[in-house]
Antibody, heavy 119, light 110 residues
Framework: QVLLVQSGAEVKKPGASVKVSCKAS????????VNWVRQAPGQGLEWMGW????????GYSQKFQGRVTMTRDTAINTAYLELSSLTSEDTAVYYCARGPPLRSYVDYWGQGTLVTVSS | QSVLTQPPSVSAAPGQKVTISCSGSSSNIGRNLVSWYQQLPGTAPKLLIY???NRPSAIPDRFSGSKSGTSATLGITGLQTGDEADYYCGTWDSSLSVGVFGGGTKLTVL
């Protein structure tokens, strides 16, 4: 079965960076995109960007341009999200989610990674 | 402020039917396909509907989706207490070049 397993919770200080991993199994990793979506406490879903796992091409929300980097390691079927210059407003659960190429939906989600930014 | 507009909450009795609306614009719902997600408390979202009105194989036919113009609707029939969750619509916004979600609707099954 399709599984996306994310790395554990992180606590970071303002100004720091965080890197979250998402290990995929149960399907051909390079045949699907990986999207990243975050959810602040008590809030709704916010799309951050996508990555084509085959080529490594990325598309980021303007809101995160310059602070976000999405990468992958196809040898270990793992995608990564790195977010820099963290502020308290970046405290959220970060989800990776698989998306069929060129489609506007995601069909499987990771379990989420809580990132807390606090001094 | 979400790009897509959903009612904050809806409620209905067990066994009844409920609909959840999602309103957008010509740059998002008006020209792209809509999906719906269910998020049970404390869990990751789950895909319910894709491409406006298609259900993944594991999703029961009590769940349905439709789209007209710049709005979309999720319908749930035969409500069960286990359907209590937050529901989100989503699509692509061609002007913003970004994925967008509604603010979410909390369903209460009374």
């Amino acid at each position: 079965q399709v599984l996306l397993v994310q790395s554990g919770a992180e606590v970071k200080k303002p100004g720091a960076s965080v890197k979250v991993s998402c290990k995929a199994s149960g399907y051909t990793f390079v045949s699907y995109d990986v999207n990243w979506v975050r959810q602040a406490p008590g809030q709704g879903l916010e799309w951050m960007g996508w990555m084509t796992t085959n080529s490594g091409d990325t598309g980021y929300s303007q809101k995160f341009q310059g602070r976000v980097t999405m990468t992958r390691d196809t040898a270990i079927n793992t995608a990564y999200l790195e977010l820099s210059s963290l502020t308290s407003e970046d405290t959220a659960v970060y989800y990776c989610a698989r998306g069929p190429p060129l489609r506007s939906y995601v069909d499987y989600w990771g379990q989420g990674t809580l990132v807390t930014v606090s001094s | 402020q979400s790009v897509l507009t959903q009612p904050p909450s809806v409620s209905a009795a067990p066994g009844q039917k409920v609909t959840i609306s999602c309103s957008g614009s010509s740059s998002n719902i008006g020209r792209n396909l809509v999906s719906w997600y269910q998020q049970l408390p404390g869990t990751a979202p789950k895909l319910l509907i894709y491409d406006n009105d298609n259900r993944p194989s594991a999703i029961p036919d009590r769940f349905s989706g439709s789209k007209s113009g710049t709005s979309a609707t999720l319908g749930i029939t035969g409500l069960q207490t286990g359907d209590e969750a937050d529901y989100y619509c989503g699509t692509w916004d061609s002007s913003l070049s970004v994925g967008v979600f509604g603010g979410g609707t909390k369903l209460t099954v009374l």
